[in-house]
């Protein structure tokens, strides 16, 4: 069973700090890597994919993967109070497999 | 289509009933996935479907799901006998290739009294 871990929360940040939220992974083959966010009483929304080790920067969201540890991370900087939401990960293992989401973590920034 | 459309978009059933639950991808979209999710949860994979290939049916969680998409476009699932614990909302997204972007749609919360 492919299993996508991350702790529930909630995470609190004061605004203006840095947000780090982490998961891992089961599937040591897996091949693509999605951060969603989710705001109460929505759809799912795609924030940052990563494909290959090392970080992704784009504007205030940085996802970081480690294959060798079976881990990926997003880090919001200069958090907001509109950053307040659940952000899932999600894993695709093999080419043709499905999506796996995790559980999420609610994140709630303190203005 | 502008997006992926869902309907109903609320359905309340008594229990042992059949339901059913119909998802539009957006057009060209050969990726098409069914999640539920319970209040305050995750997402549970239900099905997946891509191109022309057998679906990932590893999610359906009893013989009383099933699930189909007709011509490679809409998808319909079906919930046999419903019973209260399949109150959740049920979220259809499709993408448009493997391990790419997945588009959602708004969700059908059904309600099992």
């Known amino acids: 069973q492919k299993e996508v871990e991350q702790n529930s929360g909630p995470l609190s940040v004061p605004e203006g700090a840095i947000a780090s939220l982490n998961c891992t992974y089961s599937?040591?083959?897996?091949?693509?890597f999605f951060w969603y966010r989710q705001y109460s009483g929505k759809s799912p929304e795609l924030i940052m994919s990563?494909?290959?080790?090392g970080d992704k920067e784009d504007g205030r969201f940085t996802a970081q993967l480690n294959k060798a540890s079976q881990y990926v991370s997003l880090l919001i900087r200069d958090s907001q109070p509109s950053d307040s939401a659940t952000y899932l990960c999600?894993?695709?293992?093999?080419?043709?497999?499905?999506?796996?989401f995790g559980k999420g973590t609610t994140l709630s920034v303190s203005s | 289509g502008a997006g992926v459309s869902q309907s109903p978009s609320n359905k309340v059933t008594e229990k042992g009933k059949d339901v059913e639950l119909r998802c539009d991808p957006i057009?060209?979209?050969?990726?098409l996935y069914w999640y539920r999710q319970s209040l305050g949860q995750g997402l549970e994979f239900l099905i997946y479907?891509?191109?022309?290939?057998?679906?990932?049916k590893s999610g359906l969680p009893s013989d009383r799901f099933s699930a189909e998409r007709t011509g490679g476009s809409v998808s319909t699932l079906t919930i046999q006998r419903t019973q209260q614990e399949d109150s959740a909302v049920y979220l259809c997204?499709?993408?448009?290739?493997?391990?790419?972007?997945?588009?959602f749609g708004s969700g059908t919360q059904l309600s099992v009294l």
């Open positions: 479907f891509q191109g022309n290939s057998a679906p990932d």
């Open positions: 057009s060209g979209h050969t990726a």
């Open positions: 999600a894993v695709n293992g093999q080419a043709g497999t499905a999506l796996i």
């Open positions: 990563i494909y290959s080790n």
């Open positions: 599937d040591r083959g897996s091949q693509s």
């Open positions: 997204a499709s993408s448009p290739a493997t391990n790419e972007k997945l588009f």
